[in-house]
């Protein structure tokens, strides 16, 4: 008998609520609706995934996850796990319109695969370190919450703090924002999320009013339209950055076109976003056209501590990552997922104990 045949997998719809709402330009969350994959292996064990839903990608519904990984379970029932690389490209190329399902249902491939094979889950990306150094987003809400948030945040010994913007509300209420948290938290080091909202005007004169008031920039995440080359373009020949991409960077073509000239330094890699085999392909074309001096970022959408934990091995595993903004499991309200890494404010560190696979119990 083969023991490392798929079965049917289990799908789980579920609705996580969130400890206070999430803002973003994009929009206001207060609730997430994800799904949970369990997919089981002839010989026993099961691997699991998370799809998450996001402000940024709202066409990817809890109900059109479930479909895409109830037809993905159906279509691989039966195929060999270790055939790994194969089921991966053939999940894409099926259901490549629901990237947060695809992802979930890598994942969880990957995850059956290392428990049948006895292997921890960051081992299968090389096992480099055990423990790294996470960054806390703070959501585009008002001024005086977000110095507030901000105050907690420093004296919980928070070093990296990722502030959302919204460049479609007056330059005031943003420039007020970054004085909060310089204010609460002189010492913090601040990435900056517009989410998309803004132009290059806008950002340099964001920028140039950051200068002025003493507040360093370290990092700007996704400034522009989402793909809008151009704007990139101006803003390389402005010096405005460095930049990040997120929702730009999503396959390996988009890291072919806007490594290329530098324009962006970096990609913003999140495992419900492009999976795990993409995710390191990206990375690799990054690191090979910037010639080492890319900038790479591993974050997430709203995933409990299931999705979270693929993030924390990936990057834990790989080592190569300047920055982690891995706070979803701090976002959500109790969700009843265990394991798989632990948290002691911003380090998140691998269980002293390893186990084959994710170790995630739900």
Not at 106 to 117: F, G, N, P, R, T
């Amino acid at each position: 008998m083969n023991r490392h045949r798929l079965g049917l997998p289990t799908v789980i719809p579920v609705r996580w609520s969130l400890r206070r709402p999430f803002v973003t330009a994009l929009g206001r969350k207060t609730s997430t609706d994800n799904v949970l994959i369990r997919l089981p292996l002839s010989g026993g064990g099961s691997g699991m995934g998370e799809a998450s839903s996001s402000l940024a990608m709202p066409e990817q519904t809890g109900s059109r996850m479930a479909s895409a990984l109830r037809r993905l379970g159906r279509r691989f029932r039966g195929r060999d796990v270790r055939d790994l690389q194969r089921l991966v490209e053939e999940a894409w190329a099926t259901e490549g319109d629901w990237p947060t399902a695809v992802s979930a249902f890598e994942v969880a491939l990957w995850d059956a695969y290392a428990q049948a094979e006895t292997i921890p889950f960051s081992e299968l990306w090389g096992g480099v370190c055990q423990e790294m150094e996470t960054v806390l987003s703070l959501s585009a809400v008002s001024p005086a919450e977000v110095g507030q948030r901000a105050r907690l945040a420093a004296r919980s010994g928070w070093r990296f703090l990722k502030l959302k913007l919204n460049g479609q509300e007056p330059f005031a209420v943003n420039r007020d924002r970054l004085r909060a948290v310089r204010r609460a938290a002189p010492r913090a080091r601040v990435l900056l999320d517009p989410n998309q909202s803004y132009g290059p005007d806008g950002l340099e004169e964001l920028l140039l009013a950051a200068k002025s008031d003493g507040i360093e920039i370290e990092l700007i995440e996704e400034p522009f339209p989402k793909g809008k080359a151009a704007a990139y373009h101006e803003a390389k020949e402005r010096r405005l950055g460095p930049l990040l991409g997120d929702e730009t960077i999503q396959n390996i073509s988009d890291a072919r076109r806007f490594s290329n000239g530098g324009l962006v330094c970096g990609p913003n890699i999140k495992i419900a976003k492009s999976g795990l085999s993409r995710s390191r392909a990206i990375l690799d074309v990054f690191d090979r056209t910037l010639k080492g001096r890319a900038l790479f970022m591993i974050g997430c959408m709203a995933e409990s501590s299931l999705g979270l934990t693929a993030a924390v091995h990936f990057a834990l595993g790989l080592g190569v990552f300047h920055y982690a903004d891995l706070d979803s499991d701090l976002i959500l309200s109790p969700t009843g997922v265990r394991g798989g890494y632990v948290r002691q404010g911003p380090w998140l560190r691998l269980p002293k104990k390893t186990v084959p696979g994710l170790g995630i119990c739900f």
